[in-house]
């Protein structure tokens, strides 16, 4: 049981699947490197020193305190005292070695709003001002001292915004974690001050940082989830106790599900576009099998009474029933018709620059191609954005075949970093050797490539799209890359052209990233690629005969990986096909779907 093993001072974090902590842990310890990180003012504290820190966000991650929840959880089902014992000693360890505002876990107003979300849900799973765990002297210490750190939380959040470029998740986080902790706790005179100033903030952001479509503007699909959780759990907590949003709100976040619905495949797979970091704003749900966008399309059928988000969540997991409560009952009367529901919600998101095309939705026989033509990223440093204009994946029945191969790494390995967010981890093109755009640090792009979709139509035989990026633009000799995707729905074939506007001559490599399942082998045209039991067959352009490159795992140069989690990978092939060009050409390849 998940909560034993907490109880026993084992936790996992991140690619440490099984890591003892101690009991207590020491809470300003990075558990990867074993780093202790200084007890000095922690908003001087640069917690991107390495050596000072070690990996802050090994360090961040337990004192989220998702796991105070799930011992709070075996406590509410379990009645044993084990559990609200163990609970409280976590409690007042991290209360005794974490004071205000000293350390590492003071250095970020996001991980405080984040443990307050997780706070909150433990008062009211250990029965909230009434709970046993406040019985006795030894009871009304604790419950001064937990009080006494929320006051602080608060403080500190409402002092450190996050502002200006930074006004990303961060700053709907923080207000999340603000506005639940003054709903939760309304004990002093601040805390209506504070619920009126971070329900302005989330009423105002929620539409601010979403596209129009649904697209999160940060041009991520990870971060969807982070947010979408901390509109969802504010939002229910606002009207559970008379503070609701307005209509924008809801309607953002339900165009935002919308989004996820329609690039999400048959089987469950999503493009890793943009940053990932495996970051979670709670953890309701225990196992391997969970899914946290399968859940959050499961919040959002119950609570906008959405059988077409039901039916392609595929059920009702553990997070959605902590969460939705007695709508779940309502859930039985809704009429979730699986052919009504079997059309992506949208195949075109041109305010966020995706479009989908394919066939045969939600079948054995789905082909889904995710054509990203979107920015960058978000405000001016776009700092969870890839430089992947004109990227694109293919999966074939739930298959995936052709991948963004994600992210790996934030603060530490920064050549593996570098890597993960450049032009040549992803399905596009490279032109000299340079990035699309121009990285200037590990959240910070200088110069964007400005993307744009040129034409789109997705009639019943043929679904045609546009695009192009001035990436290169800045070049002695400006290089405009246009490609061209043509989807024939009867003949299950994807063609595809690039077109290069330029006068001089130039290098140009075409990257192809394929699963980790997949075995890449080449033909006379090009390769055939196989993944359980399916098959793909991809004709390269003539021209780059000779001059192809099949590696898998390859660390110089550095090519051939994917990461399915954070601080993870694993070899996977990916190809490269090289031209030296002059002048305006073009490009060509044919993908044969099986």
């Not at 390495?50 to 360090?59: F, H, M, N, Q």
Request: proline letters at 4%; glycine letters at 10%.
């Amino acid at each position: 049981m998940a909560a034993d093993r907490i109880l026993a001072g084992h936790y996992a974090v991140f690619a440490l699947s099984d890591v003892y902590l101690g009991i207590p842990p020491d809470w300003n310890r990075d558990p990867k490197t074993g780093t202790l990180a200084p007890s000095t003012f922690g908003m001087a504290l640069d917690y991107r020193q390495e050596a000072l820190v070690g990996d802050i966000k090994y360090l961040w991650e337990p004192n989220r305190h998702l796991e105070f929840v799930t011992l709070c959880q075996a406590y509410w089902i379990t009645r044993d005292e084990r559990y609200l014992e163990g609970f409280k000693r976590l409690l007042c360890s991290w209360i005794e070695q974490c004071p205000y505002p000293r350390g590492p876990n003071w250095s970020s107003s996001l991980e405080a709003g984040i443990r307050l979300i997780n706070w909150s849900i433990c008062w009211q799973l250990i029965g909230g001002a009434e709970s046993r765990l406040f019985a006795g002297e030894d009871g009304r210490h604790v419950h001064s001292a937990w009080l006494g750190s929320i006051w602080e939380h608060s403080c500190f959040i409402a002092e450190n915004w996050s502002r200006d470029s930074s006004a990303n998740n961060h700053l709907i986080g923080e207000a999340a974690g603000l506005f639940i902790a003054s709903v939760t706790w309304p004990a002093w005179s601040r805390s209506s001050a504070w619920r009126a100033e971070s329900h302005t903030i989330l009423a105002r952001e929620a539409v601010l940082q979403v596209h129009a479509d649904g697209v999160l503007k940060e041009q991520t699909v990870s971060y969807l989830q982070f947010v979408g959780d901390f509109l969802l759990i504010a939002g229910l907590a606002g009207r559970e106790n008379g503070f609701n949003f307005a209509a924008s709100y809801w309607e953002s976040l339900e165009r935002m599900l919308d989004f996820l619905a329609s690039i999400m495949d048959v089987g469950g797979n999503l493009p890793m576009i943009g940053d990932a970091d495996d970051g979670y704003a709670v953890r309701l749900a225990q196992g391997e099998n969970f899914c946290p966008y399968r859940s959050l399309l499961a919040s959002g059928g119950l609570l906008f009474e959405r059988p077409d988000l039901l039916a392609k969540a595929g059920g009702i997991d553990a997070k959605t029933r902590w969460l939705m409560g007695a709508k779940i009952d309502d859930a039985h009367a809704l009429p979730i018709d699986w052919p009504d529901s079997a059309r992506p919600v949208r195949t075109s998101f041109p305010n966020g620059g995706y479009y989908i095309l394919g066939t045969d939705w939600e079948t054995d026989r789905e082909i889904r191609i995710v054509a990203d033509t979107g920015p960058l990223g978000y405000l001016s440093i776009a700092a969870h954005g890839h430089a992947d204009a004109l990227a694109f994946s293919l999966s074939v029945g739930g298959i995936e075949f052709l991948v963004d191969p994600g992210t790996y790494s934030y603060h530490t390995q920064k050549v593996w970093r570098e890597y993960f967010r450049g032009t040549a981890a992803h399905n596009t093109l490279r032109v000299d050797g340079l990035d699309q755009s121009l990285i200037g640090g590990n959240f910070m792009w200088l110069r964007h490539a400005r993307a744009r979709s040129l034409a789109w139509r997705d009639d019943p035989d043929v679904a045609e799209l546009v695009g192009e990026h001035d990436g290169y633009s800045s070049l002695p000799d400006p290089v405009i890359h246009r490609r061209h995707w043509r989807f024939e729905k009867s003949a299950r074939a994807l063609r595809l052209r690039d077109t290069l506007e330029c006068a001089a001559d130039h290098r140009v490599e075409r990257c192809w990233h394929f699963s980790e399942g997949c075995q890449v082998d080449f033909t006379a045209p090009g390769v055939v690629v196989s993944n359980a039991g399916r098959r793909i067959e991809l004709a390269l352009d003539p021209r780059s005969q000779g001059h192809r490159v099949l590696s898998i795992g390859s660390d110089d140069p550095m090519t051939g990986w994917i990461s399915r989690g954070f601080d993870r990978k694993h070899p996977a092939y990916s190809l490269v096909e090289r031209f030296d060009i002059r002048g305006q050409t073009q490009l060509d390849a044919l993908i044969d779907i099986g």
